[in-house]
């Protein structure tokens, strides 16, 4: 009778939290003539709902395909290539495509075979896909990789480039601020006070009433990491170079921590726009976690706070069997996926569990030798922070995908963040969603995707609330999750695939 009690229970407080949920919108099926790779979803106004997919055939032959889709049925309404082939003694492809205001921007690099020149083009687009202007605002020398980001406020976008060989002393990032009417704000060139072999900028963030923060990874002595080995030594060496257009003053942070290694780093501006910077770190070097950093940063470029927590017993009791416990004292292959930042300027840290192995099988019989990689996309690592930067919780998200030879296209989340809580979405098994959220050891694998369910789970300030089916057992197309980009607060967009056949689900928050 008391277990019956327990379950009932369980099961009632999941329903309750079900009722946030609106019921899924599903889309009609549509089919491609060919395989495209799906970029995501760029944007919606008050009726369409509009995607990109880029196609690539060939140097000179490449598709970019925009697709609208009516918001109340999510059918689709209308396709086009929006994608111009260059003209002769030209090649070029597709590089960023943003949408703010029923404008669609599109970045291009554009090559002159004859000059030698490779240029980077800027587009406007109407949301039927008709080319409004085209410009060029830049080149890129062979020694240089571009970057491009969108300002805070859709104002405009900020264009990167640095170089990518490594026999250089001397770095410097040259920055341009374009306005959404392709006029150049504002430029510079940022030298770093170090010499440096190597640098790589993973993120950018840009208010035009903030300075420009831009992450860079430094990777002093990049290791020889096999490609067949994906969970060998961290080498990261990051650095926070922030800029000031106002003032034209340039301050460089480096993210050091004694007898700890970053594995991966983070950041947003939160509701005062201080800029807040977190991350993963562990004491071995390997592809691990062991705990957690923030920094929160003024306009000023003043550090207002800086947090390190290192994972309790508590905590690695969540991630580690019983019989493991006390000998393991960091999380194998836990990777920093995103921060998630709340309307209070609170954040979420997420994170998941991957690897990927390759087997190789030879046939002494037949001289063959069989390839098969072994993509690992499996629990989902959670903390909450508040808006100080503090340490909240850390909880674990059960998740188990293992997939052969698919590149790991239908594994991995993707998340819905309200501003008040979040909603992880991903494929799972209909058994697994009828377990307690606090049963972390009871969950089976998926494998290959067979007998999958989209699935969700509800968190907020204070946990996880809530786990179950997005979409019934009966839906027979599986979520592509890395795909589904978030453009709404209120409505999560759900791409899903059943062979070359597509369809589009939605899944809205009810209003409290």
């Not at 001289?367 to 100080?388: A, G, K, Q, R």
């Not at 019934?472 to 409505?491: P, Q, V, W």
């Not at 967009?493 to 809205?508: H, I, M, N, P």
Request: aromatic residues 16%; charged residues 25%; proline residues 3%.
């Amino acid at each position: 009778m008391k277990l019956f009690f327990q379950t009932t229970f369980i099961l009632f407080l999941q329903t309750m939290a079900l009722g946030q949920l609106n019921a899924p919108i599903k889309g009609e099926s549509y089919s491609t003539a060919r395989k495209e790779n799906f970029n995501g979803f760029i944007g919606e106004n008050g009726t369409t709902l509009f995607t990109i997919d880029y196609l690539y055939l060939s140097r000179k032959k490449q598709e970019l395909i925009l697709r609208k889709f009516y918001k109340n049925d999510l059918k689709l309404v209308d396709s086009k290539n929006i994608y111009e082939v260059p003209p002769d003694g030209f090649y070029g492809e597709p590089v960023e495509v943003f949408y703010h205001d029923d404008t669609i921007y599109m970045f291009s690099n554009l090559y002159n075979e004859q000059e030698k020149t490779m240029y980077v083009t800027m587009e406007y687009f109407d949301v039927n896909g008709e080319r409004l202007f085209q410009t060029i605002i830049d080149t890129i020398p062979d020694d240089e990789e571009l970057y491009i980001e969108e300002e805070n406020e859709n104002r405009g976008f900020v264009l990167l480039k640095s170089h990518k060989f490594s026999n250089l002393t001397e770095q410097e990032i040259d920055v341009k601020y374009v306005r959404n009417n392709g006029t150049i704000h504002w430029m510079k060139t940022l030298k770093s006070p170090m010499a440096l072999q190597n640098l790589d900028i993973e993120h950018v963030v840009y208010h035009e009433h903030t300075p420009l923060y831009i992450l860079c990874n430094y990777n002093f002595e990049p290791g020889a990491i096999g490609s067949e080995d994906e969970r060998s030594m961290i080498n990261n060496k990051y650095a926070l170079w922030a800029y000031d257009p106002s003032s034209n003053f340039l301050k460089e942070f480096e993210i050091r921590m004694k007898g700890k290694w970053a594995n991966g780093v983070r950041m947003q501006l939160n509701k005062n726009n201080q800029l807040v910077l977190a991350g993963f770190f562990n004491e071995t070097r390997y592809q691990s976690m062991n705990g957690m950093f923030s920094l929160i940063i003024n306009p000023s470029l003043n550090i207002l706070n800086s947090v390190f927590y290192q994972l309790t017993d508590e905590d690695l009791a969540k991630f580690i069997e019983e019989k493991d416990r006390g000998k393991v004292k960091e999380l194998e292959d836990y990777q920093l996926n995103e921060m998630a930042m709340l309307e209070n300027g609170s954040y979420f840290l997420i994170g998941e569990r991957y690897y990927k192995y390759i087997e190789r099988t030879y046939d002494p019989r037949t001289n063959i030798t069989t390839t098969t990689e072994h993509y690992n996309y499996n629990s989902i690592i959670v903390s909450y922070f508040d808006s100080l930067g503090n340490h909240i919780w850390t909880d674990r998200v059960p998740k188990f995908q293992t997939s052969t030879n698919d590149f790991g296209f239908y594994s991995s989340f993707t998340f819905l963040n309200t501003g008040k809580e979040l909603y992880l979405f991903f494929n799972d098994s209909e058994k697994n969603n009828e377990l307690a959220l606090n049963d972390y050891f009871n969950y089976k694998g998926l494998f290959n995707n067979r007998r999958f369910q989209v699935s969700y789970v509800q968190l907020d300030s204070t946990g996880l609330k809530a786990r179950g089916p997005v979409i019934g057992t009966e839906n027979s197309y599986i979520l592509r999750a890395k795909d589904c980009n978030r453009i709404s607060e209120e409505t999560m967009y759900l791409f899903t695939e059943l062979g070359r056949d597509a369809k589009v689900f939605s899944v809205s928050v009810k209003k409290k």
